[in-house]
């Protein structure tokens, strides 16, 4: 038989000798740990048959909280391998149940709640068992956690969309254009009705307010055709919001096409968006549909559109302007009703001023601006990003991973992830694949994640400091530390996460070290 160890935040700990975490100051210390009678190894055959069934793990509890019997489902979620063997010891890792289970064992009444094991929270519901009015255990249900959880998060997700979209109609409910459009419609109802466009944008996680700001704004621009202008760095997702605006237009059903500008070399570009006639130039062998003729009655998505040269910019306007082009090498003038949707990580005011790019394409293309943050920008994101990642990639690849340990998140909390969320996408399925515990801990992270944040302090500090063996006072590791995170994170609340500390506490060191002022006019530089 088991203790059922309790173990702070998920830490592993493997050996027998631990007690019980039911041995509390305020319960009864037991004196024997068989308090339940011992299970045949027949009847635990026939419990394995019947309780196989289910998809849940079934656990029998004695009295003083230690295992009894534990179903294959059970050893399979926690890591377990019950034998029934009095002369049998045996190790585990990272089983740690919450107050429910002294809860249930104290007051002998039903409990609900989840434990954190092996790196997950799993919904439990824990029952008394009773014979002759004698209390003699319990049972203790884990419910199957990854269907669950995924519908967990996506609700956690939905909730904050809904939550930030009535903020914002209530903001807007006094504008006459909401009254004379929508009439006497309710809150709710507004909110439903945008809510309808959400299951668009689904692929693009993220509760933060800037993404929850631009994916609000991208619903907008679905139900018009107007030109839509996506920047961001790379990696942020400027395509999956592309592909929404698309999926939630008027029209979805028609074609949603992909240029990447900055793929194709300059000559051959007008060929691959406007088509070529056979016999064109050398190699022409055959017509070609270009993608304009492609999309029509649908999208297109401008990749990169910082990349196109001065003369395709010149027969892009036309299109934008007349929605008519040529092939290569044709005469033929075609026209199509295509939506242009572009999406760039360059500067382009500052290409205007260079006459890199054409000051009247630019106004043409940016009817719609839609801005897309850096990862390090939205840090609340990462571990909900990291999460999916895992889940994704445990069923892609077969894994059973339950988890990331807190040391992972605060680290990758703390990274500025110049690739963004492309960087942390291949960064979570290189630690899946390669991950050989049952949860992903620090030690499994690049070191470039791992040991960034100790470059930046070392930057802070005077040249040579560490070479000279010279230590400086703790608060001037302090400051720096407290600083490149606000540095990084641009508020105390983000920051405070990245550090694993307090809102309050960060606000009082930043304030000690005389970081306020430095902080408002770094956040508006």
Same mark, same amino acid.
Request: aromatic fraction near 8%; glycine fraction near 6%.
């Given at each position: 038989m088991f203790p059922f160890e309790a173990f702070p935040d998920g830490v592993d700990v493997t050996g027998s000798n631990h007690t019980s975490p039911l041995q509390h100051p305020s319960l009864p210390q037991p004196k024997n740990r068989h308090h339940f009678p011992d299970i045949p190894l027949?009847?635990?055959?026939?419990?394995?048959?019947?309780?196989?069934?289910?998809?849940?793990?079934?656990?029998?509890? *004695?009295?003083?909280?230690?295992?009894?019997?534990?179903?294959?489902?059970?050893?399979?979620?926690?890591?377990?391998?019950? *034998?029934?063997? =009095?002369?049998? =010891?045996?190790?585990?890792?990272?089983?740690?149940?919450? %107050?429910?289970? /002294?809860?249930?064992?104290?007051s002998r009444q039903p409990a609900n709640g989840f434990l954190f094991i092996q790196g997950q929270e799993q919904p439990a519901a824990v029952r008394p068992l009773t014979a002759s009015q004698q209390f003699n255990g319990a049972i203790l249900l884990l419910q199957a956690h990854q269907e669950w959880m995924a519908l967990h998060d996506k609700l956690r997700l939905t909730a904050k969309k809904n939550e930030y979209l009535e903020r914002k109609l209530q903001q807007n409910k006094n504008l006459s254009w909401v009254a004379a459009q929508y009439g006497s419609e309710s809150s709710e109802q507004r909110t439903l009705r945008l809510l309808k466009i959400t299951p668009a944008f689904e692929k693009f996680i993220g509760v933060h307010p800037t993404v929850l700001e631009a994916l609000s704004l991208a619903a907008k621009a679905a139900r018009v055709p107007s030109t839509v202008l996506i920047r961001g760095k790379s990696g942020t997702g400027k395509e999956l919001v592309a592909e929404g605006i698309h999926n939630s237009s008027p029209r979805a059903q028609g074609p949603f096409i992909k240029v990447n500008c900055a793929a194709i070399p300059a000559g051959l570009l007008e060929s691959e968006l406007f088509g070529h006639e056979k016999?064109?130039?050398?190699?022409?062998y055959k017509k070609k549909l270009g993608k304009f003729e492609l999309a029509d009655q649908g999208t297109i998505l401008l990749d990169e559109i910082g990349e196109m040269d001065i003369n395709n910019q010149t027969k892009l306007l036309r299109v934008l302007q007349s929605n008519s082009f040529e092939r290569v090498g044709g005469e033929q003038t075609l026209? &199509? !009703?295509?939506? #242009?949707?572009?999406?760039?990580?360059?500067?382009?005011?500052?290409?205007?001023?260079?006459?890199?790019?054409?000051?009247?394409?630019?106004y043409r293309l940016n009817v719609i601006p839609i801005c897309l943050p850096s990862l390090k920008?939205?840090?609340?994101?990462?571990?909900?990003?990291?999460?999916?990642?895992? $889940?994704?990639? !445990?069923?892609?690849?077969?894994?059973?991973? @339950?988890?990331? =340990?807190?040391?992972?998140? !605060?680290?990758?909390?703390? +990274?500025?992830?110049?690739?963004?969320? /492309?960087?942390?996408?291949?960064?979570?399925?290189?630690? #899946?694949?390669?991950?050989?515990?049952?949860?992903?801990?620090?030690?499994?992270?690049?070191?470039?994640?791992?040991?960034? %944040?100790?470059?930046?302090?070392?930057?802070?500090?005077?040249?040579?400091s560490w070479e000279q063996g010279k230590i400086f006072p703790l608060e001037d +590791?302090?400051? &720096?530390?407290?600083?490149?995170?606000?540095?990084?994170? @641009?508020?105390?609340?983000?920051?405070? $996460?990245?550090?694993?500390i307090t809102h309050k506490t960060v606000a009082a060191k930043a304030q000690k070290y005389g970081l306020g002022d430095w902080l408002n006019k770094w956040i508006n530089k």
């Open positions: 027949d009847i635990k055959e026939l419990l394995d048959a019947l309780l196989t069934m289910t998809s849940d793990g079934v656990c029998l509890l *004695d009295s003083q909280g230690y295992i009894v019997y534990g179903n294959p489902i059970f050893e399979k979620m926690t890591g377990l391998s019950i *034998d029934l063997s =009095e002369s049998s =010891e045996y190790q585990f890792s990272s089983l740690s149940p919450d %107050p429910i289970l /002294r809860t249930a064992l104290t016999g064109a130039f050398t190699g022409a026209s &199509v !009703n295509v939506r #242009v949707i572009a999406a760039t990580n360059r500067d382009m005011e500052k290409m205007v001023e260079d006459g890199t790019f054409r000051e009247d394409l630019y920008d939205r840090c609340e994101d990462i571990p909900i990003l990291a999460d999916y990642f895992l $889940k994704k990639f !445990n069923a892609e690849f077969g894994r059973d991973l @339950k988890g990331i =340990e807190k040391t992972v998140i !605060n680290a990758m909390t703390a +990274y500025s992830w110049p690739g963004n969320v /492309r960087e942390l996408k291949n960064i979570m399925e290189r630690m #899946v694949v390669l991950t050989d515990g049952p949860v992903i801990r620090l030690a499994d992270l690049p070191p470039v994640v791992r040991e960034k %944040p100790i470059a930046a302090v070392n930057e802070e500090l005077p040249a040579g +590791y302090e400051k &720096v530390i407290i600083k490149a995170a606000l540095e990084q994170h @641009k508020s105390y609340t983000a920051a405070a $996460k990245a550090l694993g």
